[in-house]
């Protein structure tokens, strides 16, 4: 079975060279535990900081170790009562072909209810993380208007379109090509959307949102975070999710410079682990799956083919080569 090893931690941008592809056996499973042949390795953005040996809510990836995060796969070898060969499960050991796992860290998922790729993107982590990160820490209610960024990603698609869905009076995103725009729009039934990479984002959001937001859903900070105090109105909330323009800087970002207008504009911006919200999972689970049923709801994967290729997935995502969630596909 090859596993993916972090053998040195990167400075800024993740060189490949600090990367290894490595054969390992598979370990023969002891009593409660299963071996599963992984069909899907999730990558995303907070791996990132996994790479860096620093204290965060996740612990950072070991040397020489294989690295780990969402997977979906078949079980192939059973010594649990929980589950026969051949069911499908979601489980946190990817990054490579085989995984062994006890049973009870293991959760059943079913192809006959959505595609077995979805429970790691509209179904699974970020799109509970767009769920609870709206609704819950953002409060957001019907008639307000919400600006998202990283908009056409896994996150951010589903963001915006929860929003609409829920009453919003005007929902905005951005993203960093004319096509990632243009689907917003078109697919997702955003009411305005800008390529950040055209113009300066305050302006732009101005321009987009000429009677202000009432929520920022950040994926993004620096001057993401910048332009949405300043559209922000009174009383205005942001969930604090991701800050991917600054996940490889070496240097504080420049922005954003108006801190200050948290103040008089009386603004609530708050933080959000997706784990904390886990009890939300059988909510958002039948609330969101009825949306894709009925075709309210539209999501787009960027599949990649191959263990090998995990890595350049990996460091797709930080270059915006994904639209919607980025997984990997392992060949039988
Ligand atoms: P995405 O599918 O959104 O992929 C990341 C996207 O970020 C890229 O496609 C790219 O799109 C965009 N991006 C990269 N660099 C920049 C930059 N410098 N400026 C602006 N955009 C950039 O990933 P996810 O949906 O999985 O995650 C979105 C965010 O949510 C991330 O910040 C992530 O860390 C965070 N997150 C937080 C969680 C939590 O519990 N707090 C849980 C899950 C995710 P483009 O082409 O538009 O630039």
């Known amino acids: 079975s090859r596993e993916w090893h972090l053998t040195a931690r990167p400075d800024g941008w993740p060189n490949p060279h600090l990367f290894s592809l490595r054969e390992a056996p598979v370990a ?34 070991q040397l020489d170790r294989p690295m780990d995060g969402g997977a979906v796969g078949v079980v192939v070898a059973s010594e649990s009562a929980q589950y026969e060969p051949g069911e499908h499960v979601l489980h946190q050991l990817g990054w490579r072909e085989f995984a062994t796992l006890e049973a009870r860290h293991a959760v059943r998922v079913s192809e006959d209810l959505a595609p077995l790729s979805t429970y790691l ?15 819950e820490v953002a409060s957001f209610r019907a008639d307000e208007a919400l600006f998202v960024s990283g908009a056409a990603g896994a996150v951010g698609s ?50 987009a949102a000429p009677d202000g937001i009432d929520v920022y859903f950040d994926n993004v900070g620096g001057d993401h975070l910048e332009a949405a105090l300043h559209a922000l109105k009174l009383h205005g909330r942001v969930t ?47 609330e969101v799956s009825g949306w894709m049923r009925s075709g309210e ?18 460091l797709g995502v930080l270059k915006g080569e994904n639209t919607g969630k980025m997984v990997v596909r392992l060949n039988e």
Not at 124 to 130: D, E, I, R, S, W
């Open 28 to 61: 023969a499973p002891e009593p409660g535990q299963i071996v599963v042949r992984n069909l899907y390795l999730s990558v995303d953005p907070y791996m990132r900081g996994r790479m860096d040996d620093v204290k965060s809510y996740v612990p950072p990836f």
């Open 121 to 135: 993107g509209v179904l699974g982590m970020p799109g509970l993380t767009a769920y609870a990160g709206l609704l």
């Open 158 to 207: 589903e963001v915006g379109q929860i929003a609409r869905l829920k009453g919003a009076s005007r929902v905005i995103g951005s993203a960093g090509s004319d096509e990632k725009v243009r689907q917003l729009t078109e697919e997702y039934g955003f009411d305005a959307a800008f390529n950040y990479k055209h113009g300066r984002v305050t302006e732009q959001l101005r321009e």
């Open 240 to 286: 604090v999710c991701g800050m991917i323009a600054q996940y490889n800087a070496t240097e504080p970002p420049p922005a954003p410079r108006n801190l200050s207008l948290i103040i008089g504009k009386r603004l609530r911006l708050q933080g959000m682990i997706v784990m904390d919200h886990s009890d939300l999972m059988p909510q958002f689970t039948e």
């Open 297 to 314: 709801l539209k999501y787009r994967e960027t599949v990649v083919e191959g263990i090998e290729n995990t890595l350049d997935a990996f």
